[in-house]
Structure formats: structure tokens, C-alpha cells
């Protein structure tokens, strides 16, 4: 069992950045992909980033394409989001989640364990 925890949401203006943390404990967080997906009010949960475990692929949405940046240090057991150039459209509550496998996907449904979320909203 994984398990995992956001920080680093708030409220920002519209061109402003957020930097998002997901610390993960008890499990080999190495050795597996994770991601960061986000939901708005009404809205499904979509996919928004992923990283392979070592970090040498990186997927994005098209909408996020640009500005925002996944990365993990294993050391530290924690994947991060770097979010440049937000936009009102970002608002969501942001879920990390550690992958099935190794390699990242942008599939929901290969990802196991989920985070709690943290709150995102950008003001225009």
C-alpha cells in the first residue's frame, strides 16, 4: 500500500505559477511511473501529466502542453508540478497518482493508488 500526499495548491492570478508537491511512503516509489490528474467542479477527472520512473519520459495534456512541468526525485520519494502561465481554465483539484507499471500512460486506469488532492484556482 502507497500512500500519498499533495501540497503546493492555492489561489494564484491568471499568469501566475504553482509549484505542486506529492510526497509518497510505503511502497518502492522508484521503481514505478506516476502522474497528476485534476478535476473541475462538474467535470471528469483528465489527465494532466506523467513520468516514467526514471524519469526519461514525460507526457502531457495538449491543454498543459508548454507550461507545465512534471519531474521526481527518487531520493526523495516525490514527483513534482511545476505550472507556468496559469489560466482561470487550471482550476481544479489536482490528484497525484502512482502508476502500474514502470513506463508512464495517460490512462486513469493505469494508475493504483491516489492522493487525497490539492485545490488549484486561478483567478482572471
Known amino acids: 500500500q502507497v500512500q500519498l500526499v499533495e501540497s503546493g495548491g492555492g489561489l494564484v492570478q491568471a499568469g501566475g505559477s504553482l509549484r505542486l508537491s506529492c510526497a509518497a511512503s510505503?511502497?518502492?516509489?522508484?521503481?514505478?511511473?506516476m502522474g497528476w490528474f485534476r478535476q473541475a467542479p462538474g467535470k471528469e477527472r483528465e489527465f494532466v501529466a506523467a513520468?516514467?520512473?526514471?524519469?526519461?519520459?514525460?507526457y502531457y495534456a495538449d491543454s498543459v502542453k508548454g507550461r507545465f512541468t512534471i519531474s521526481r526525485d527518487n531520493a526523495k520519494n516525490t514527483v513534482y508540478l511545476q505550472m507556468n502561465r496559469l489560466k482561470p481554465e487550471d482550476t481544479a483539484v489536482y490528484y497525484c497518482?502512482?502508476?502500474?507499471?514502470?513506463?508512464?500512460?495517460?490512462?486513469?486506469?493505469?494508475?493504483?493508488?491516489w492522493g487525497q488532492g490539492t485545490q488549484v484556482t486561478v483567478s482572471s
Open positions: 510505503g511502497r518502492t516509489f522508484s521503481s514505478y511511473a
Open positions: 513520468i516514467s520512473w526514471s524519469g526519461g519520459s514525460t
Open positions: 497518482a502512482v502508476g502500474l507499471w514502470a513506463f508512464a500512460t495517460k490512462n486513469t486506469a493505469d494508475f493504483g493508488s
